[in-house]
């Protein structure tokens, strides 16, 4: 159980186009995703929060239009990435929360990722 | 605000001997502790979690972690490591009022045959 999945695994595309990654989680209803954006050797930034059926909350410094996030479903979030330029090429990642008896119980599952690059 | 180091960027150990992976943390009230493991081009898999209970957490290919609270440490723990394990390794803690987590820098781990 808790499979996460993103298509594609792997985008290349041409500066000014517009990307849309797909985050699905498979068995099981996550109200919750995020997305997070991942340099080489580095940590893990969080972009935002998506929460079904609403706006998603963006962290400090991410630009929501460029950025744009929609989770239409208890089982799917997209990231559309606008305007790509050769900066945003970066590993993509997202991740859904399944939901414990207490909050505290909660458990974030990530999906494999995607690797996008603009040329 | 929530935080957690992990002051080795890399660890290097042979085949069959025990590893340690380091994570300590700063949180304001009650911890709630996360590994994670990523392998190249690949998501984070979840390794196990610290909620409550026993300090000494069992979770996924053998690994295990011990939160200590006098030392404020999550370190994890593996008796016999597999060069299968090589990998980067994050610790992270949630924050419960938002639910996001707050990864530390990670730890690459490298096993050698």
Redesign the interface.
Known sequence: G?V?S?HPSWVICKSGTSVKIECRSLDFQAT?M?WYRQFPK???M?MA?SNEGSKATYEQGVEKDKFLINHASLTLSTLTVTSAHPEDSS?Y?C?A?IRGRL???????????T?LTVL | AQSVAQPEDQVNVAEGNPLTVKCTYSVSG?P?L?W?VQYP??????LL?Y??GDNLVKGSYGFEAEFNKSQTSFHLKKPSALVSDSALY?CAV?D?S????I????TRLQVFP
């Open positions: 808790a996460v993103q919750t995020f580095q940590s893990l969080l929060t590993f990642i991740s929360i909050p505290y119980t909660d458990t974030q599952y990530f999906g494999p990722g690797r | 009650n709630y996360f994670y081009n690949r998501g984070l898999q979840f979690k909620i409550t994050f949630r419960i938002t639910d996001k987590l990864f530390g820098t990670g």
